[in-house]
Structures are given as structure tokens and as C-alpha cells.
């Protein structure tokens, strides 16, 4: 299964744009790349998917490395409630009778400063 | 539409003793998932449905068992439980197939004394 790594931690100013980065080296071309945040011990939320092409949804920017070996969640006017932390998750598929789980890593806690 | 729901809220247990904890979705998903989750950490997987009848092991599966008898619902089961075991459980259940997304409950934090 591919593995991603991100920054524990990050800041942002509110208004400004949080750039959340995410490395997933060892991805396979049939694996997509999630992004969930999970905002102080709520259940998590899905915020976008993405295979290779660039993604929006009305919540957030999902930018592709050509490659697919990275990519970057974007929002692109952080607010005081985008305080979360946030998962990148490279969605596995298990060979037998086509289940799959899919696999949280520590995320990055993201903190929007006033 | 009531989305995930999983009861109890909150939970104490001894250690030794067991219970159920209980998770229903009202959204038809076929996949239905335990996680638990301790502090500073991650999600862990524990147990995963991809259909009524169909369970299997997740990361952490020791020490609980789960069955699927219906599409809804996905109980997990703490035959003895252990300090351990003590974190906060989420369910969450989705359509199977590529680029579904996962639906998650609110939690249930269990403290096993």
C-alpha cells in the first residue's frame, strides 16, 4: 500500500490561503489520492478526492504533481472553523474479491491564526 | 436522511466486562468500517464490511469481533474489555467502488478502567 507523509503541523493566517502539502511517492496508477479533515474530535469529513487531474469542489483545491508523487490541498481562504487536522490518504485496493480499506495516517494539524 | 449513527456517545467499562457498540447508516452503503482513534494519533482501522455477510481484519483487529447481518447496521463487539482498549471509536460506511467517499459517525468514547 502506498504511504504519505505530511508536515505535522502548520499555520495560516485567517483570509489567507493554506497550502497543505502531501507526499505520496510510492502511489500505483490505479490508487487515488483523499483528503478528509477532522475538526476537533468530530467524526472526520471528506473534503476532496483526485486521481491526476486537478480537482475543485467548494471547499477546497486538490493540485496533482504530473508525476502523482505529491500533491497540495488548497483552501484557498482559510477561516478560523478550517482549524482541523487534516488526512492524506492514498486509497488502497486489496487484491482479493476487490475490498479495500482505506488507511489514516497522523495528518496535519492546521491552525488558522486571527 | 440520518447519515451514520452510533450510540453510545460515551461509555465506562471494568475491565473484564463487554459490550457492543452499535453503528446504523440509512444510506444503502455496502461499506461499513470501524476505526479507533487515541490521542496524537491517527485513525486506526479495526474491522471493515464490504457487504451484509462480509467482514474482514483491518490494523488493530485484536480483541474485537464484528458480524453483518444487514446492509445498515455493523456492530462492534468488546468480548473482554481492557484498559487498552480505552479511545474513541468511529464508524463510517460509504459506497464501494473507486472515488467513493466515506460518511463517519460522531464517536463513541470508551474508557475501560
Known amino acids: 500500500d502506498a504511504k504519505t507523509t505530511q508536515p505535522p503541523s502548520m499555520d495560516c493566517a485567517e483570509g489567507r490561503a493554506a497550502n497543505l502539502p502531501c507526499n505520496h511517492s510510492?502511489?500505483?496508477?490505479?490508487?487515488?489520492v483523499y483528503w478528509y479533515r477532522q475538526i476537533h474530535s468530530q467524526g472526520p469529513q471528506y473534503i476532496i478526492h483526485g486521481l491526476k487531474n486537478n480537482e475543485t469542489n467548494e471547499m477546497a483545491s486538490l493540485i496533482i504533481t504530473e508525476d502523482r508523487k505529491s500533491s497540495t490541498l488548497i483552501l484557498p481562504h482559510a477561516t478560523l472553523r478550517d482549524t482541523a487536522v487534516y488526512y492524506c490518504i492514498v486509497r488502497s485496493y486489496l487484491t482479493q474479491g476487490g475490498s479495500e480499506k482505506l488507511v489514516f495516517g497522523k495528518g496535519t494539524k492546521l491552525t488558522v491564526n486571527p | 436522511n440520518a447519515g451514520v449513527t452510533q450510540t453510545p456517545k460515551f461509555q465506562v467499562l471494568k475491565t473484564g466486562q463487554s459490550m457492543t457498540l452499535q453503528c446504523a447508516q440509512d444510506?444503502?452503503?455496502?461499506?461499513m468500517s470501524w476505526y479507533r482513534q487515541d490521542p496524537g494519533m491517527g485513525l486506526r482501522l479495526i474491522h471493515y464490511s464490504v457487504g451484509a455477510g462480509i467482514t474482514d481484519q483491518g490494523e488493530v483487529p485484536n480483541g474485537y469481533n464484528v458480524s453483518r447481518s444487514t446492509t445498515e447496521d455493523f456492530p462492534l463487539r468488546l468480548l473482554s474489555a481492557a484498559p487498552s482498549q480505552t479511545s474513541v471509536y468511529f464508524c463510517?460506511?460509504?459506497?464501494?467502488?473507486?472515488?467513493?467517499?466515506?460518511?463517519f459517525g460522531s464517536g463513541t468514547q470508551l474508557s475501560v478502567l
Open positions: 463510517a460506511s460509504s459506497q464501494t467502488g473507486v472515488g467513493e467517499k466515506l460518511f
Open positions: 444510506m444503502n452503503h455496502e461499506y
Open positions: 510510492t502511489i500505483s496508477g490505479n490508487e487515488y
